[in-house]
């Protein structure tokens, strides 16, 4: 495992650069959000998915979430309402996934039986530094792993536990042990359908 220590409120564009080119070229990264660690890969590369999956032991039909550069890309891979669209712009970025009705952008392997995806814009420097330089989301899953009731927070037991099983950590310090909130609309009404962290009052809950 590479370790790249990144200042978390100014991170070092030259190993920003080269954690993109890291991603681009397939590498499997941990990376800090305003959450807990994430696990990040490429949107297209599956084999890199699959090691995800193995690595937390998910099944098939478990979900994947975009993590998203602003609004205006999330509108490209997900279906905007007059509500979904007021409340994202509220809320992101933050602590927050929506679920949204998935647009033809999104890989099918991607999509639950709804055809809805998951979708994120965390307020954290680092990614929206590394997202700053793509010109697509990335594939995020939480850094929780199996029999574990938190996700990871500290870089040195994520070098410790996952040295061999991921490629690139991005250390920013010590991270949250919440996950985010998910909140999932229905005939434009909004509902929290996982709490975390985050004010869930914006959303009734």
Do not use: W
């Not at 990335?138 to 070098?159: A, H, K, R, V, W």
């Amino acid at each position: 495992m590479q370790r790249f220590h990144l200042h978390p409120e100014n991170p070092q564009p030259r190993l920003l650069g080269k954690a993109a080119e890291a991603v681009a070229g397939g590498a499997l990264l941990a990376c800090p959000t305003d959450c807990s660690y994430v696990l990040l890969c490429d949107l297209t590369d599956k084999a890199a998915m699959q090691r995800i999956r193995a690595l937390r032991r998910l099944d098939e039909d478990h979900p994947f979430t975009l993590l998203c550069r602003d609004l205006k890309q999330v509108s490209v891979y997900a279906t905007l309402g007059t509500t979904e669209h007021r409340l994202l712009r509220a809320a992101a970025p933050g602590p927050y996934t929506f679920l949204l009705a998935a647009t033809r952008e999104v890989p099918k392997r991607l999509q639950d039986k709804r055809r809805t995806v998951g979708v994120r814009i965390s307020s954290h420097p680092v990614p929206q530094g590394l997202l700053a330089l793509r010109d697509e989301p990335l594939l995020c899953s939480t850094l929780q792993l199996p029999g574990d009731e938190f996700p990871l927070t500290d870089p040195d037991d994520i070098e410790d536990r996952l040295g061999k099983q991921v490629d690139l950590l991005l250390d920013a310090g010590p991270g949250d042990y919440q996950v985010s909130t998910v909140v999932a609309f229905e005939d434009g009404v909004a509902r929290v359908v996982r709490p975390g962290k985050g004010d869930l009052a914006r959303f009734g809950g």
